[in-house]
């Protein structure tokens, strides 16, 4: 099982595309918005996730976590210490933490990125402490996933498919959405 997270603000395309990719890979994908279940994306699509991280109680540990980012989205991601909890468990537990666009700045303002590869949205590289920095558009470093923003939001979720299920998993989704690069 796999948490996105979703707050007000969050960028449409970096959840949606990534959920589809999941999806489709026959991963179990769970939304969970942040203090309420319904949220205001950031160009306007409200969603009502499966979850609220108000009282979230969690059968099993999550294979991964995955924070899209966007504006104020990011920033509501971070000040919710129950989302910021489940990604330092699932670091400490090597599971797949997955951040896009302005998203990486949580996991670097956290410690999660010293040491390894990463990349963010251009003008958030100075929160990722630690980090040796990426020109690549997703970059995995270990359990650790990131992505440059909404462009590449469809590879950002192969990436994550494919940490999860394999390579091949992910370039059957891949080939059967014609994608290509």
């Known amino acids: 099982m796999v948490i996105l997270f979703m707050a007000n603000g969050t960028e449409e395309t970096e959840a949606i595309a990534v959920f589809d990719i999941l999806k489709r890979g026959g991963v179990e994908v769970v939304t969970v918005g942040v203090d309420e279940k319904s949220v ?7 969603i009502e996730c499966d979850e609220s991280s108000r009282g979230l109680v969690l059968s099993e540990a999550p294979e991964a976590v995955i924070l899209p980012g966007g504006m ?11 989302v910021i909890g489940l990604v330092k468990d699932a670091a400490s537990r090597g599971a797949v933490v997955a951040a896009i666009c302005a998203a990486p700045s949580i996991l670097g303002r956290h410690g999660l990125l010293k040491g390894r590869e990463a990349v963010c949205y251009p003008g958030f590289e100075k929160h990722l402490a630690g980090a040796v920095l990426s020109e690549k558009p997703v970059v995995r470093d270990g359990n650790i996933i990131t992505a440059k923003g909404a ?28 994608y290509s690069r």
Not at 72 to 82: I, S
Request: with cysteine; charged share 20%.
């Open 40 to 46: 205001c994306l950031s160009h306007g699509l409200r």
């Open 72 to 82: 104020p989205g990011t920033l509501n991601l971070e000040k919710n210490a129950d």
């Open 151 to 178: 462009g590449v939001a469809l590879e950002f979720g192969a990436e994550i498919l494919s940490a999860l299920k394999g390579e091949e998993a992910a370039a059957a989704v891949m080939s059967a959405v014609q």
